[in-house]
């Protein structure tokens, strides 16, 4: 079974700092990755993903996550922290299920707050 | 457009009370999910359809029920809740290997 684990449950950054939030999954074939943002009370909002192919994806906000398949790992950076990144961040891993649909297996979240 | 729309936004209800959340999505996915999202941790699938047919149900009780009318739209039936029920309920969508798009979410209070 596929699983995800994120170690950090709250990290707190000073605004214009470096971030990298630390993800490692557990899957059998190769994965399908994912980051994906939640504000308070907001729904979640994709990041970046990982289909294939070049091991660093660049996605919105100014993010970059990397993909290291012996580590079994994908952390997310940033090289400069803004304020309006506070929020909740979420690493997940997909399968495929039946038809066109998938199953997400979440990690259990990662806190950031951003001091001014 | 990459969006999926949930309507309520918020909804209270009596433990009595049925009631429906809505969702909806024109980006052509074949494939939505149903999620609940207690504070502080991440979404929990409830229910998967995948042309507009249950795939997957996750030992959901029945006082939840699930209803996809057509390929854009996506209904659950709520009826006779606990407190325990309130939460955030996401409604999200995807087609093959495109990546997952949520709504934002009903804010659900079950009294």
């Known amino acids: 079974a596929q699983s995800v684990t994120q170690p950090d449950i709250h990290i707190t950054v000073s605004e214009g700092a470096s971030l990298e939030l630390r993800c490692n999954y557990s899957?059998?074939?190769?994965?399908?990755l994912f980051w994906y943002v939640q504000s308070p009370g907001q729904g979640l909002q994709l990041l970046l993903k990982y289909f294939s192919g070049d091991t660093l994806v660049q996605g919105i906000k100014g993010f970059e996550a990397e993909f290291k398949r012996s580590q079994s790992s994908f952390n997310l950076r940033k090289p400069s922290v803004h304020w309006s990144d506070a929020a909740e961040y979420f690493c997940?891993?997909?399968?495929?299920?039946?038809?066109?649909?998938?199953?997400?297996?979440f990690g259990s979240g990662t806190q950031l707050t951003v001091l001014p | 457009d990459t969006e999926v729309t949930q309507t309520p936004k918020h909804l209270v209800m009596g433990m009595t009370n049925k009631k429906s959340l809505k969702c909806e999505q024109h980006m052509g996915h074949r494939a939505m999910y149903w999620y609940k999202q207690k504070a502080k941790k991440p979404p929990e699938l409830m229910f998967v359809y995948s042309y507009e047919k249950l795939s997957i149900n996750e030992s959901v009780p029945s006082r939840f029920s699930p209803e996809c009318p057509n390929s854009s739209l996506l209904n659950l039936h709520l009826h006779a809740l606990q407190p325990e029920d309130s939460a955030l309920y996401l409604c999200?969508?995807?087609?093959?290997?495109?990546?997952?798009?949520f709504g934002p979410g009903t804010r659900l209070t079950v009294l």
């Open positions: 899957y059998g074939a190769t994965p399908y």
């Open positions: 999200a969508s995807s087609q093959g290997t495109s990546s997952m798009f």
């Open positions: 997940a891993v997909a399968s495929i299920s039946s038809g066109s649909a998938r199953q997400l297996t």
